[in-house]
């Protein structure tokens, strides 16, 4: 499918034109994404509009980038200050936005150290390396044998490592070899990771015991459907790693920084890991931004030349990242996301007891809709919600995902609710 050429010779059409669009971008855009046919063009808040002029309730949030909805003033000022003054100077020197916004970082994690990067992907690969070298040079782990422990269904990135120990087709098929190091074991299941840990069962080869470095788990998965593991199970792989002097690493890249209704995800089981691996909203959704939290033990083992990103704590990133640690530590929209999780929680369980859907999962402003047979897929049910003005996102075939702005007004997220009822329920 091609734009039609009186519409590419008329640029000014073709961008009102949302069925030109569409086809221009399916044309010259790699199919890597499937995105819903709607072509938006400006938002505020929780609200978007696309080309047409037609407003649409944004109930994804970018994966939790847009936790603060879409330009909002405090971070749009931040940015717009920053702009004018010094955007980009690499890590070769130094800035003065960079030490108020690692140090601020630091605080709120209750950690010592923080490495910057740009995208969540980077941050885990980040995390990644950073275990192994910690392994080596701290733990005294074998050159070459440093293991990490993940878990099945989990969604870290998208970079070769990444989707090497991922368990869903569609992320590690047609992409090996891969890198080797990893253990996966099924989300949620204490045994299987002691095992792990202790070099029995799948923990890996034979003589291998005592070389997992670290645990890299998502306290909550996101990408798999928004899966809140069982009562226990966090702060089980908590002593456990403790007890063996293994790295705890929390992927809370969709899960923190409010989502769950705390700054953390792992908050809600009392348990403070090694590592935070942070991203999405700590951009504001102005800009990517990602970090690696941990303590001076740990990210003390990088050194000069071994690691690093040409944009990673730039300016503008730490400028805006700065305003989105001072909201967080306010408190105010953890509050609300916890305050508006109730209410959306307690409407999706009736939705279950009246059988339109078979489960419900999550926290605070986060959820997982697994549908009811009979109603179709998880897009069919997305395309007939964006007819009626309501963004949303399907994955895994009949699941639906839900996490709106934490700043979506209750009016609004009401509302929401009562049009999604009425395509579930007909």
């Known amino acids: 499918m091609s734009v039609p050429e009186s519409l590419a010779a ?4 073709l961008a009102t034109d949302p069925a030109a669009l569409i086809a221009s971008a399916e044309a010259h855009g790699a199919h890597n994404y499937h995105p819903l046919p709607v072509v938006i063009a400006s938002a505020r808040g929780a609200w978007v509009t696309d080309v047409t002029g037609r407003r649409y309730l944004d109930l994804l949030a970018g994966y939790s980038a847009l936790n603060f909805g879409h330009g909002h003033p405090r971070l749009i000022a931040e940015a717009r200050a920053q702009l004018t003054r010094l955007t980009l100077t690499s890590r070769a020197f130094h800035h003065e936005r960079f030490a108020p916004f690692v140090s601020q970082l630091a605080a709120l994690c209750g950690m010592d150290m923080v490495l910057p990067m740009n995208t969540g992907a980077e941050a885990v690969e980040t995390a990644i390396k950073t275990a192994r070298k910690w392994g080596y040079r701290v733990r005294g782990v074998p050159e070459g044998k440093a293991r990490i422990v993940v878990a099945a269904n989990n969604f870290h990135g998208r970079t070769t490592t ?17 890198t080797p190091g990893f253990t996966v074991v099924p989300f949620g299941d204490l045994a299987a990771m002691e095992a792990a840990l202790d070099g029995g069962g799948d923990g890996g080869p034979d003589g291998d015991e005592g070389t997992v470095v670290a645990v890299l788990l998502e306290p909550i998965q996101g990408e798999a459907g928004v899966i809140v593991p ?3 199970y966090l702060p089980g792989v ?6 063996r002097g293994v790295l705890l690493m929390a992927d809370e890249i969709q899960s923190g920084l409010g989502r769950t209704g705390r700054t953390f995800a792992c908050e809600h089981e009392g348990v403070v890991p090694d590592v935070y691996i942070l991203g999405k909203a700590l951009g504001g959704g102005v800009l990517p931004v990602s970090a690696v939290v941990s303590s001076a033990e740990v990210l003390g083992v990088q050194r000069p030349g071994e690691h690093g990103s040409t944009f990673g704590g730039n300016p503008l990133a730490c400028a805006v990242g700065l305003e989105v640690v001072t909201m967080l530590r306010e408190g105010e929209i953890q509050a609300r996301a916890a305050r508006l999780g109730e209410r959306l929680h307690d409407e999706l369980a009736k939705l279950v007891e009246l059988g339109a859907l078979t489960e419900v999962r999550g926290r605070g402003l986060w959820a997982g809709l697994d549908l009811a047979p009979g109603l179709g897929s998880g897009r069919d049910v997305a395309l007939r919600l964006l007819e009626r003005g309501l963004l949303v996102k399907d994955t895994h075939g009949a699941t639906l995902r839900i996490a709106p702005p934490l700043v979506i007004e209750e009016e609004d997220l009401a509302w929401a ?6 395509v579930l329920l007909g």
């Open 238 to 243: 908590r002593r456990l790693t403790a007890e």
């Open 417 to 422: 609710l009562a049009q999604l009822r009425e």
């Open 162 to 178: 990444l989707v090497g120990f991922s368990t869903d087709p569609d992320a590690y098929r047609d992409h090996g070899p891969f």
């Open 230 to 232: 069982p009562p226990g």
């Open 10 to 13: 008329n640029p000014a059409q």
